[in-house]
Protein backbone atom coordinates (compact mmCIF):
# COMPACT_ATOMS: atom_id res chain seq x y z
CA UNK A 1 0.00 0.00 0.00
CA UNK A 2 0.99 3.27 -0.92
CA UNK A 3 2.43 4.98 2.22
CA UNK A 4 1.21 9.38 2.47
CA UNK A 5 1.73 11.91 4.91
CA UNK A 6 -1.00 14.29 5.50
CA UNK A 7 -3.86 15.45 7.09
CA UNK A 8 -7.61 14.06 7.37
CA UNK A 9 -10.25 14.54 5.12
CA UNK A 10 -12.16 17.33 7.50
CA UNK A 11 -8.91 19.35 7.69
CA UNK A 12 -6.15 18.90 10.65
CA UNK A 13 -4.49 22.49 9.88
CA UNK A 14 -8.33 23.62 10.80
CA UNK A 15 -7.13 26.86 12.78
CA UNK A 16 -8.56 28.20 15.38
CA UNK A 17 -11.52 25.82 14.70
CA UNK A 18 -12.97 27.60 11.39
CA UNK A 19 -13.98 24.65 9.28
CA UNK A 20 -14.83 26.68 5.98
CA UNK A 21 -10.74 27.23 5.90
CA UNK A 22 -8.68 24.30 7.26
CA UNK A 23 -6.51 22.09 5.54
CA UNK A 24 -5.34 18.60 5.10
CA UNK A 25 -3.78 15.68 3.69
CA UNK A 26 -0.51 15.70 1.43
CA UNK A 27 0.25 15.26 -1.97
CA UNK A 28 1.58 14.51 -4.98
CA UNK A 29 3.03 16.00 -8.48
CA UNK A 30 4.18 16.16 -12.13
CA UNK A 31 4.66 14.02 -15.38
CA UNK A 32 8.70 14.84 -15.65
CA UNK A 33 11.55 15.35 -13.43
CA UNK A 34 12.27 18.63 -12.59
CA UNK A 35 13.21 21.37 -15.04
CA UNK A 36 11.16 19.03 -17.45
CA UNK A 37 7.76 19.35 -16.54
CA UNK A 38 5.11 20.67 -19.41
CA UNK A 39 2.82 23.40 -18.67
CA UNK A 40 -0.76 22.59 -20.31
CA UNK A 41 -2.08 25.37 -22.04
CA UNK A 42 -4.37 27.87 -19.94
CA UNK A 43 -7.98 28.48 -20.93
CA UNK A 44 -6.89 32.46 -21.51
CA UNK A 45 -4.54 31.08 -23.95
CA UNK A 46 -6.73 28.43 -25.62
CA UNK A 47 -9.44 31.40 -25.73
CA UNK A 48 -6.23 33.20 -27.66
CA UNK A 49 -5.94 30.99 -30.05
CA UNK A 50 -9.73 30.57 -30.74
CA UNK A 51 -9.92 34.40 -31.70
CA UNK A 52 -6.66 34.08 -33.65
CA UNK A 53 -8.42 31.50 -36.17
CA UNK A 54 -11.60 33.32 -35.98
CA UNK A 55 -10.13 37.08 -36.45
CA UNK A 56 -7.97 36.12 -38.97
CA UNK A 57 -10.80 34.32 -41.77
CA UNK A 58 -12.72 37.28 -40.69
CA UNK A 59 -10.24 39.63 -41.67
CA UNK A 60 -9.78 38.11 -44.96
CA UNK A 61 -13.67 38.15 -45.82
CA UNK A 62 -14.24 41.39 -44.75
CA UNK A 63 -11.30 42.85 -47.59
CA UNK A 64 -13.17 40.57 -50.34
CA UNK A 65 -15.72 42.93 -51.78
CA UNK A 66 -13.03 45.78 -51.81
CA UNK A 67 -10.02 43.58 -53.07
CA UNK A 68 -13.02 42.50 -56.01
CA UNK A 69 -13.91 45.97 -56.88
CA UNK A 70 -10.55 47.35 -57.09
CA UNK A 71 -7.91 45.08 -58.51
CA UNK A 72 -7.93 41.98 -61.13
CA UNK A 73 -8.32 38.17 -60.36
CA UNK A 74 -4.34 37.51 -59.68
CA UNK A 75 -3.24 41.12 -57.91
CA UNK A 76 -6.83 39.99 -55.66
CA UNK A 77 -5.95 36.65 -54.56
CA UNK A 78 -2.48 38.32 -53.79
CA UNK A 79 -3.81 41.20 -51.20
CA UNK A 80 -6.35 38.40 -49.60
CA UNK A 81 -3.01 36.39 -49.34
CA UNK A 82 -1.11 39.28 -47.66
CA UNK A 83 -4.02 40.72 -45.99
CA UNK A 84 -4.65 37.79 -44.36
CA UNK A 85 -0.96 36.81 -43.45
CA UNK A 86 -0.92 40.32 -41.73
CA UNK A 87 -4.24 40.48 -39.83
CA UNK A 88 -2.66 36.46 -38.37
CA UNK A 89 0.57 38.36 -37.20
CA UNK A 90 -1.44 40.94 -34.95
CA UNK A 91 -3.49 38.91 -33.67
CA UNK A 92 -0.86 36.54 -32.48
CA UNK A 93 1.21 39.09 -31.18
CA UNK A 94 -1.71 40.36 -28.85
CA UNK A 95 -1.76 36.98 -26.18
CA UNK A 96 1.81 36.76 -26.59
CA UNK A 97 2.15 40.04 -25.39
CA UNK A 98 -0.48 39.39 -22.19
CA UNK A 99 0.74 35.90 -21.76
CA UNK A 100 0.72 35.42 -17.98
CA UNK A 101 4.41 33.88 -17.80
CA UNK A 102 5.45 35.90 -14.93
CA UNK A 103 8.63 36.89 -16.18
CA UNK A 104 10.03 33.37 -15.94
CA UNK A 105 10.42 30.60 -18.16
CA UNK A 106 7.06 28.48 -17.58
CA UNK A 107 3.58 29.52 -17.48
CA UNK A 108 1.56 30.02 -14.03
CA UNK A 109 -1.03 28.03 -13.44
CA UNK A 110 -4.00 28.39 -10.49
CA UNK A 111 -5.26 26.87 -7.53
CA UNK A 112 -5.74 26.43 -4.23
CA UNK A 113 -2.87 25.74 -0.98
CA UNK A 114 -3.86 24.46 2.28
CA UNK A 115 -0.84 23.63 4.77
CA UNK A 116 0.06 20.53 7.26
CA UNK A 117 3.54 19.75 9.48
CA UNK A 118 4.37 21.15 12.65
CA UNK A 119 1.72 23.81 12.74
CA UNK A 120 -1.10 22.08 11.38
CA UNK A 121 -0.80 18.03 12.04
CA UNK A 122 0.73 15.59 10.51
CA UNK A 123 4.33 15.30 9.96
CA UNK A 124 7.12 16.66 6.85
CA UNK A 125 9.30 14.17 8.14
CA UNK A 126 7.09 11.04 6.15
CA UNK A 127 6.48 11.78 3.06
CA UNK A 128 5.57 9.46 1.00
CA UNK A 129 8.09 10.01 -1.74
CA UNK A 130 11.35 8.54 1.58
CA UNK A 131 13.39 12.31 1.85
CA UNK A 132 13.22 11.65 5.32
CA UNK A 133 13.44 14.08 8.06
CA UNK A 134 13.46 17.74 7.27
CA UNK A 135 16.15 19.70 6.41
CA UNK A 136 18.51 17.61 5.01
CA UNK A 137 21.00 17.49 2.25
CA UNK A 138 18.75 15.99 -0.80
CA UNK A 139 16.03 18.86 -0.42
CA UNK A 140 17.59 21.88 -1.27
CA UNK A 141 14.38 24.02 0.27
CA UNK A 142 14.26 23.32 3.34
CA UNK A 143 11.42 22.39 5.51
CA UNK A 144 9.43 24.69 2.40
CA UNK A 145 7.80 21.45 0.62
CA UNK A 146 4.66 20.16 -0.84
CA UNK A 147 2.18 17.11 -0.84
CA UNK A 148 0.12 17.34 -3.93
CA UNK A 149 -2.89 15.86 -4.87
CA UNK A 150 -2.94 11.91 -6.61
CA UNK A 151 -5.52 13.47 -8.69
CA UNK A 152 -3.40 16.35 -10.43
CA UNK A 153 -2.76 16.09 -13.94
CA UNK A 154 1.25 16.94 -12.81
CA UNK A 155 1.47 13.99 -10.83
CA UNK A 156 3.52 11.25 -12.07
CA UNK A 157 7.17 11.45 -11.59
CA UNK A 158 6.69 14.43 -9.58
CA UNK A 159 8.55 13.81 -5.99
CA UNK A 160 12.01 16.11 -5.94
CA UNK A 161 10.16 19.01 -8.66
CA UNK A 162 10.47 22.15 -7.40
CA UNK A 163 7.41 24.69 -7.18
CA UNK A 164 7.85 28.30 -7.24
CA UNK A 165 3.67 29.29 -5.21
CA UNK A 166 2.83 33.07 -4.44
CA UNK A 167 -0.53 33.75 -2.86
CA UNK A 168 -3.33 34.24 -5.74
CA UNK A 169 -6.00 36.26 -4.27
CA UNK A 170 -9.39 34.68 -5.21
CA UNK A 171 -12.66 32.95 -4.44
CA UNK A 172 -13.24 29.28 -4.69
CA UNK A 173 -15.16 26.04 -3.28
CA UNK A 174 -14.02 23.33 -1.24
CA UNK A 175 -14.23 19.76 -2.20
CA UNK A 176 -17.83 19.96 -0.78
CA UNK A 177 -19.27 22.66 -2.79
CA UNK A 178 -18.80 25.95 0.09
CA UNK A 179 -17.33 28.66 -0.79
CA UNK A 180 -14.98 30.40 0.88
CA UNK A 181 -13.66 34.25 0.09
CA UNK A 182 -9.79 34.32 0.16
CA UNK A 183 -9.72 37.91 -1.79
CA UNK A 184 -7.30 39.92 1.16
CA UNK A 185 -5.09 37.06 2.78
CA UNK A 186 -1.72 37.23 0.66
CA UNK A 187 1.32 39.13 1.96
CA UNK A 188 2.45 41.50 -1.12
CA UNK A 189 4.82 40.27 -3.41
CA UNK A 190 5.58 37.02 -1.15
CA UNK A 191 6.98 34.12 -3.25
CA UNK A 192 8.01 31.02 -1.68
CA UNK A 193 10.44 27.76 -3.75
CA UNK A 194 9.09 24.15 -2.35
CA UNK A 195 10.52 21.08 -3.08
CA UNK A 196 7.63 17.98 -3.99
CA UNK A 197 8.28 15.23 -1.06
CA UNK A 198 4.73 13.84 -0.39
CA UNK A 199 1.63 13.55 -1.31
CA UNK A 200 -2.07 14.28 -1.05
CA UNK A 201 -4.26 11.15 -1.26
CA UNK A 202 -8.15 11.63 -2.54
CA UNK A 203 -10.27 9.19 -0.79
CA UNK A 204 -9.29 5.51 -0.10
CA UNK A 205 -11.31 3.98 2.77
CA UNK A 206 -8.22 2.14 3.99
CA UNK A 207 -5.79 5.57 4.05
CA UNK A 208 -6.02 7.23 7.47
CA UNK A 209 -5.03 10.24 5.33
CA UNK A 210 -7.52 10.24 2.93
CA UNK A 211 -8.29 13.90 1.99
CA UNK A 212 -11.76 14.05 -0.23
CA UNK A 213 -12.38 18.20 0.77
CA UNK A 214 -8.95 19.69 -0.80
CA UNK A 215 -7.31 16.49 -2.97
CA UNK A 216 -10.30 14.49 -5.50
CA UNK A 217 -9.61 17.03 -8.25
CA UNK A 218 -11.80 19.42 -7.89
CA UNK A 219 -9.62 22.39 -8.62
CA UNK A 220 -5.30 21.97 -8.44
CA UNK A 221 -4.54 21.89 -5.09
CA UNK A 222 -1.23 21.79 -3.07
CA UNK A 223 -0.50 21.17 0.74
CA UNK A 224 2.29 23.06 1.61
CA UNK A 225 4.19 22.65 5.02
CA UNK A 226 3.63 25.51 7.02
CA UNK A 227 6.89 27.20 6.78
CA UNK A 228 6.19 27.57 3.22
CA UNK A 229 2.84 28.28 3.68
CA UNK A 230 3.34 31.52 6.47
CA UNK A 231 5.95 33.06 3.52
CA UNK A 232 2.40 33.67 1.47
CA UNK A 233 -0.23 34.48 4.51
CA UNK A 234 -0.85 33.96 8.33
CA UNK A 235 -1.40 30.68 9.10
CA UNK A 236 -4.90 31.66 10.32
CA UNK A 237 -6.47 31.75 7.03
CA UNK A 238 -6.14 27.97 6.89
CA UNK A 239 -6.56 27.78 2.91
CA UNK A 240 -5.80 30.56 -0.30
CA UNK A 241 -5.74 30.68 -3.84
CA UNK A 242 -2.47 30.46 -5.37
CA UNK A 243 -0.93 30.53 -8.20
CA UNK A 244 2.21 28.68 -8.79
CA UNK A 245 4.86 27.22 -11.84
CA UNK A 246 7.49 24.92 -12.27
CA UNK A 247 11.18 26.07 -11.64
CA UNK A 248 14.70 24.53 -11.21
CA UNK A 249 15.47 23.63 -7.59
CA UNK A 250 18.17 25.92 -5.81
CA UNK A 251 20.14 23.14 -5.49
CA UNK A 252 19.64 21.08 -8.41
CA UNK A 253 17.50 17.99 -9.00
CA UNK A 254 17.60 15.42 -6.47
CA UNK A 255 15.74 12.01 -7.30
CA UNK A 256 13.82 10.36 -4.60
CA UNK A 257 14.82 7.26 -2.54
CA UNK A 258 11.53 5.97 -3.97
CA UNK A 259 11.12 4.37 -7.50
CA UNK A 260 7.88 4.80 -9.52
CA UNK A 261 5.61 2.10 -9.55
CA UNK A 262 2.00 1.08 -10.43
CA UNK A 263 0.29 2.07 -7.04
CA UNK A 264 3.23 4.86 -6.69
CA UNK A 265 3.75 6.84 -10.11
CA UNK A 266 5.26 9.75 -8.46
CA UNK A 267 8.55 7.40 -7.28
CA UNK A 268 12.00 9.48 -9.43
CA UNK A 269 14.31 7.32 -8.18
CA UNK A 270 17.24 6.71 -10.62
CA UNK A 271 17.64 3.25 -11.82
CA UNK A 272 20.11 0.62 -11.04
CA UNK A 273 22.39 -0.24 -14.52
Known sequence: MVHYSGKGDLGQSVVMGAVASGGGGGGGVGRRAAGGAAVAATPRQRRHARRF???AAAAAAAAGPVAATLFPCSIRRYCLVLIAA???TLLLATPAARADDGGGGGGWRYGRATFY???GGGSIDDGSCMYGGLPNGMVSTGKDIVALSDTADDYAGSCGRCYEVQCNPASFNDGYGNHIDRTSPCYNGSSVIVTVTDTCPCYYP?????NRRWCCGDMYHMDLSSEAFAK??????GVIGTRWRVVGCPGGFQPSPRAASSDFPAGTKKRQR
Do not use: F, I, K, P
Open 232 to 237: LADLGW
Open 206 to 210: ANQYS
Open 117 to 119: GSM
Open 53 to 55: VTG
Open 86 to 88: LSA
